[in-house]
Nanobody, 115 residues
Framework: QVQLVESGGGLVQAGGSLKLSCAAS????????MSWYRQVPGKQREVVAV???????NYVDSVKGRSTISRDNAKNTMYLQMNSQKPEDTAVYYC?????????WGQGTKVTVSS
């Protein structure tokens, strides 16, 4: 059994910064690609950023230049540093990871950006 736990969400003013964390725990043999998704009510969950085990990164256009995804393989933890936050970044952020060749999800952490 593996578990992903996000943290770091909260309320931030427009233009501010926030750093999300996603920690994996349990019987872990391997963690491959890790990703951050976000979802607002009434809309589909969208991928925000992806990082491979080797460190290759990709971002959705709306966060490029403002966000940085990273991971610490020794700690089984992934991060998302979000800068210059906009009200449209308001969403529940979820982490996803390919752990032991199985896709796993965290429970989500809410980010609210006030204008």
């Amino acid at each position: 059994q593996v578990q992903l736990v996000e943290s770091g969400g909260g309320l931030v003013q427009a233009g501010g910064s926030l750093k999300l964390s996603c920690a994996a725990s349990g019987s872990i043999f391997s963690i491959n690609t890790m990703s951050w998704y976000r979802q607002v009510p009434g809309k589909q969950r969208e991928v925000v950023a992806v990082i491979t085990r080797g460190g290759s990164r990709n971002y959705v256009d709306s966060v490029k230049g403002r966000s940085t995804i990273s991971r610490d393989n020794a700690k089984n933890t992934m991060y998302l540093q979000m800068n210059s936050q906009k009200p449209e970044d308001t969403a529940v952020y979820y982490c996803n990871a390919n752990i032991n060749l199985v896709s796993s999800w965290g429970q989500g952490t809410k980010v609210t950006v006030s204008s």
